[in-house]
C-alpha cells in the first residue's frame, strides 16, 4: 500500500525532483509549494495532490496544517523541505526575520500542528538542512533573529544548525512514542536556491562554472528520497544528520541538548504553542 508524503518546497530543485523519484515507485506524493503555477505544474506531471504556501506567512502554515488534516488521515512522511538564503535582514509580517521564519520556524510551527496525526502514524520528519550548519552558523541563543549581529550567510547557516536541533529535539520528546526525525545535508545543488542572497552565495550558485560543478537536482532529490523510503533504525538512525547518504559531521553544538531545548522553548513561545 502506499504512504502519504508530504514534501514542502516541492515546486522546483530536489523537492520537485524527490516528489517525482517517490510518484514513479508508487507513494502518494503530496507537493506543498509557494508559488502557485510552479507547484500545479510540478503536481499536474505526476497527478499528485497539491497545497500552496508561503512560509513568509505563518497564517498560510496554519491553513496549510488544517488542509493536511482535512485530506490525509495518515501522513507518513513529512519532509521539511522548503527554505532559501536571502540578502539583507528582512522582517516578515509576522514580525520575525526572514531567513529564521521561513526555514526554521514555518516548518516548526508545521510539524506540531500537526503532531498528534504524524505520532499516529509513526511517521518520518526530514528536515533539510546544509553543511552550512558547522560551516556558517554562529549560535546565539540570545539572538536567534539576528537583530544585533546579521549576515545573510550566518542568518542561513544559523537556519540550518536550527533545522538540526529541531530533529535531535523532536527525537528526544517523541522518538519513544514512534516518531522518527533525521536531518540531512542534500549536496551544493545546482539551482536557482542561492539567486535572493547577495555576497559569496549568489556568487557560489550564480556562475556558469559554478554551476557545473555542483549537484544536480536529481541526484539531490535521490537523498531526500532515500530517507523517505527508509526504515528507521535500519537504514538511518533516527535524531541523526546524513550526507550522501551516510551519518555525517555537522556543528559540535548539536551534541549538547541545552540549545536545542532552548531552541524548541523559544520557537513554541514565538508561534503560540505551549513547549
Known sequence: MSRTIVITGASDGIGA????????????????????????????????????????????????AAGLLERYPRIDVLANNAGGIF??????????????????????????????RLIGSAASVIQTSSAAARLMARFDGD???????YSSTTAYGNAKLANV???KELHRRYGD???????????????????????PMKFLYGGPLAQKLMTSTDVGGARLTWLALGKPGVDWEPGGFYSNNKPARTNKI??????ARLLWDRSAELVGLSS
Do not use: C, M, W
Not at 37 to 58: E, N, Q
Open 87 to 116: 540578502g539583507d535582514r528582512t522582517v516578515t509580517g509576522d514580525g520575525y526575520e526572514l531567513t529564521f521564519q521561513v526555514n526554521h520556524l514555518a516548518p516548526f510551527l508545521l510539524t506540531n500542528l500537526l503532531l498528534e
Open 177 to 199: 512514542a514512534g516518531l522518527s526525525a533525521v536531518a540531512f545535508h542534500p549536496g551544493v545543488i545546482a539551482s536557482s536556491f542561492g539567486s535572493t542572497s547577495d555576497g
Open 254 to 259: 548539536a551534541d549538547d541538548p541545552a540549545p
Open 143 to 149: 539572538d536567534l533573529q539576528g537583530e544585533r549581529r
Open 165 to 167: 536541533l529541531f530533529t
Open 17 to 64: 525532483a524527490s516528489a517525482r523519484q517517490l510518484h514513479d515507485i508508487g507513494e502518494n506524493v503530496v507537493v506543498v509549494g509557494r508559488n502557485p503555477d510552479k507547484t500545479a505544474r510540478v503536481a499536474d506531471a505526476i497527478g499528485a495532490d497539491s497545497f500552496v504556501a508561503d512560509f513568509s506567512d505563518l497564517a498560510q502554515v496554519r491553513e496549510l
